[in-house]
């Protein structure tokens, strides 16, 4: 590099990380991208230096490439599965070699809701779950059919040939009517001849299946207000008007907080989503099957604060001594929901249908 003059240099860096302190380790990667006019190759088993550099930038040599002779980059989403080998035994990758079940859900969020749920599922139903079950995090449904592809292509190999694929997703803009269409994009062309499922939340996300369920609604707000079981039919009757007004509003298109919010987010979608379903959709598409029966169609998560804001307020007419009690939102229902589950018929039915899924 000194004395050669080239227009690019490759260079052969065995293990350049080995016996850096951790802080240095992070930093090296920055430091080899300042060399300009280089193509460098470098070889680590370290899963702090990997963390620092994309997929795209990752040859991962496995047993599976050994035998094919070639290797590839890691497809996008599929790191993990890189970092945890790096991690020796007892890991998740140890796990999918054993996997009977591979659940992929969303995020963070679904995996602390099936973390809070399943101990009440199980203590209502005596079920135990399966111990080769696996969750893995997409880390959003973009482009979701180019995951799951690289995900099954990454995993040939690594799981058994008998797992199962279970896909839990929000419904996000697909129309209600459209979802099987939708599940059948998310799957096409996956790599593997296992049972691939597409299980769809019962509204646009998992904090607006509450309004999908209004019976069951009536009683997580009169058991949260403090209210006697007599009046959860006037609550649903609440929850039944509010439904109705929101239905109406979304198709108000000078409703700029319910029409404008819900239009904002379906824009921003359709703009990172992929697959049929979403490249002909259009806005008035999914807002031609919404109904009061159906509002948890076009809950988001500001939509769906504003729709238990707006039962409050009707509790609190009918019931002054609620006056100083604080609305539930989008994150304090699910405390209250998981307080109070202490029989099968507590369980939301389109939870309790995914649960029975996992268990099964």
């Known amino acids: 590099m000194e004395y050669l003059d080239p227009e690019i240099y490759i260079l052969l860096i065995d293990e350049p990380d080995a016996h850096l302190h951790l802080k240095l380790q992070k930093r090296l990667i920055e430091e080899f991208r300042n060399i300009p006019n280089a193509q460098m190759f470098i070889i680590t088993h370290n899963e702090r230096f990997m963390e620092q550099v994309d997929e795209d ?36 990758l140890d796990k999918l070699r054993l996997a009977s079940k591979l659940i992929m859900v969303e995020g963070q969020t679904d995996i602390d809701f099936f973390n809070n749920i ?17 969750y893995i995090p997409m880390r959003g449904i973009d482009t979701l059919n180019g995951k799951l592809v690289a995900y099954s292509r990454a995993l040939k190999g690594v799981i058994p040939d008998s797992c199962k694929w279970l896909i839990i997703r929000d419904t996000d803009c697909v129309p209600c009517t459209r979802k099987e269409s939708a599940g059948n994009d998310d799957k096409k062309d996956m790599d593997t001849s296992a049972d691939v ?7 646009y996300g998992i904090e607006s299946t509450f309004a999908a369920e209004p019976r069951k609604l009536a009683r997580i707000l009169g058991r949260y207000y403090l209210l ?17 007004d929101f239905s109406r509003r979304v198709r108000d298109i000078t409703d700029t907080e319910l029409y404008g919010e819900f239009e904002n987010h379906f824009n921003r979608q359709i703009k990172n989503r ?12 999914v807002l031609a099957v919404i109904s009061s029966n159906n509002i948890q169609y076009i809950m988001t998560k500001g939509i769906m604060n504003k729709y238990l804001k707006a039962i409050h307020d009707k509790i609190v007419i009918e019931f002054p001594q609620t006056a100083s009690m604080t609305p539930l939102d989008i994150d304090s229902i699910f405390t209250e929901y998981y307080s109070h589950i202490n029989t099968v018929d507590d369980l939301l039915d389109c939870h309790k249908t995914i649960l029975d899924e996992i268990y099964t």
């Open 57 to 92: 930038e990752i040859l991962f040599l496995d047993e599976s490439s050994k035998s094919a002779g070639t290797l590839n980059h890691l497809q996008i989403g599929t790191k993990w599965v890189a970092l945890e080998d790096l991690k020796g035994c007892l890991n998740q």
């Open 118 to 134: 399943k101990p009440k599922y199980e203590a209502v139903t005596g079920k135990s779950e399966p111990i080769a079950n696996v």
């Open 197 to 203: 499922k597409v299980l769809f939340q019962d509204g």
């Open 228 to 244: 006697d079981d007599s009046v959860h039919t006037t609550i649903e009757t609440y929850i039944s008007e509010t439904s109705s």
């Open 274 to 285: 992929s697959g049929r379903t979403y490249r002909s959709l259009q806005f008035r598409d």
